[in-house]
């Protein structure tokens, strides 16, 4: 446990002393911050009062940005040779593997964490709409006055959907890892990285349309991550979500474990 920590502190110290950390994040945080308060049918002219569109748009980002923070986790390591220096070291394949994981995972977190804002911004608006008389448009007053406004927050829902955005970020972080362990190139692992939490998220999806596969969309479409995101962002954290995140998490990271042993060997 103490060699996972070490290694843990060691790749987010390594990430923030690096110019790609601090791009990953300000990217993710413009497009968010856009997306949500800027571009057309965001909520201050639908005077809608809801967090969709953070929850819509932001595994779209994470599949883009994600990879880019993994893409260097192992195959740095194999082009600059230290994997094996890492292996004459007290420290087992499980303990390299989680603290990379365990980091990459933490800097989801801290990349959602200002998004919080949002909510808090939004909850103080929905109490007392005349707020917006300092920054806003009478339009945007009015839309947050109008009959079809809904004065408050339902939290419910956007606490599951901040449970299911980060459980979702932490799979492609596990994603973007094997990947990473697949290949010595940092480009090479990064576009495998894209490609597997696309495929994951959007993929079964996609195949549920299928209409060879009318009878079984349902089950086709919950093999991927989609369904159980939008599941568990009603507000309902079903038993099923929570086995498929863990289980699906729990064997991205045994494969990578296995394609490090065979690499190794």
């Not at 932490?170 to 990947?179: D, E, P």
């Not at 990473?180 to 597997?196: E, K, P």
């Not at 299928?210 to 599941?231: D, K, P, Q």
Request: charged share 10%; net charge negative.
């Amino acid at each position: 446990m103490q060699n996972t920590l070490t290694l843990f502190r060691k790749e987010v110290a390594t990430f923030f002393n690096s110019l790609v950390g601090y791009i990953v994040l300000t990217v993710f945080l413009t497009l968010t911050g856009v997306f949500f308060w800027v571009f057309d049918e965001h909520v201050l002219i639908t005077g809608k009062a809801n967090m969709d569109l953070l929850f819509q748009y932001a595994p779209i980002f994470f599949i883009f940005l994600i990879p880019a923070i993994t893409m260097r986790s192992f195959a740095d390591e194999h082009r600059s040779g230290t994997i094996e220096f890492l292996a004459t070291k007290p420290v087992t394949d499980w303990e390299i593997l989680l603290g990379k994981f365990l980091a990459a995972a933490f800097l989801v977190f801290v990349a959602i964490l200002p998004t919080m804002l949002y909510w808090i911004t939004l909850n103080n608006i929905a109490m007392d709409p005349s707020a917006l008389r300092m920054g806003g448009t009478p339009d945007m007053l009015q839309q947050f006055t109008g009959p079809s406004y809904t004065s408050r927050l339902d939290n419910g829902p956007i606490v599951g959907a901040y449970i299911g955005l980060f459980a979702l970020g932490s799979i492609f972080c596990a994603f973007g890892i094997l990947s990473s362990a697949l290949t010595d190139n940092q480009v090479v692992a990064y576009i495998l990285g894209a490609f597997l939490c696309f495929g994951i998220y959007f993929g079964f999806s996609f195949l549920a349309q299928l209409e060879s596969l009318t009878a079984i969309n349902t089950s086709v479409a919950r093999l991927g991550i989609l369904a159980h995101f939008e599941s568990i962002g009603m507000g309902v954290v079903d038993t099923r979500d929570i086995l498929y995140f863990g289980s699906l998490l729990a064997f991205t990271l045994m494969l990578t474990r296995l394609v490090l042993n065979l690499k190794r060997n």
